[in-house]
């Protein structure tokens, strides 16, 4: 009685060890999916257990630097915000004679980014028209407030590809709107 109430207990810690190390080793394939291919420069397969969470704790530590910078960049950028609301020249100090227009070109679409502010009024569809005339459809547009300016972005493709859209008339088209 004694020997068999042995035997399964070394069965019962050998199986727990067993799932013990099958839930690591999933554990540590799961943090390693998490890690972008283009982080490491070889396959992540060729790559032993120990490299993988050496390559997984090196790009947490990178990211963590990431997001301490981008948290000084958006205080400092605060910071500047209200210093030149508080003199009243938030517009000179960045340089932007409002309204602009930035248009981009990626082959198949094209984004387009408004920057008017509160009180320069244009209406939407007459933006979304220009580029539906020009030969773009519209596929998501969106727009959001930041102080006293209004952010409009507009993403397009192209309807026929052979055709394409010639971005330098959609460009003095929406200047004409605007101004």
């Keep these: 009685m004694k020997k068999s109430h042995c035997e399964t207990s070394k069965l019962d810690r050998k199986t727990v060890e067993r799932n013990r190390r099958v839930h690591m080793k999933d554990l540590c394939f799961k943090l390693a999916s998490l890690v972008p291919h283009h982080f490491s420069k070889p396959s992540k ?6 490299d993988q969470l050496e390559l997984a704790a090196c790009y947490i530590k990178q990211m963590r630097e990431r997001v301490e910078k981008l948290k000084r960049v958006k205080e400092q950028a605060i910071t500047t915000t209200r210093t ?7 517009s000179k100090m960045i340089g932007l004679r409002l309204p602009v227009v930035e248009l981009r070109d990626f082959g198949s679409s094209i984004e387009v980014v408004l920057v008017s502010g509160l009180n320069k009024s244009f209406m939407f569809y007459e933006v979304i028209t220009v580029l539906s005339e020009e030969g773009a459809e519209v596929v998501s547009a969106s727009y959001s407030t930041v102080g006293d300016k209004v952010f409009h972005t507009i993403h397009a493709q192209v ?3 052979r055709v394409g859209v010639e971005t330098s008339r959609v460009w003095e088209r929406l200047q004409e709107l605007i101004s």
Excluded at 45 to 50: A, G, P, R, W
Excluded at 85 to 90: E, Q
């Design 45 to 50: 397969d060729m790559l032993s257990q120990q």
């Design 84 to 90: 030149s609301r508080s003199t009243g020249m938030a």
């Design 159 to 161: 309807r026929i590809r």
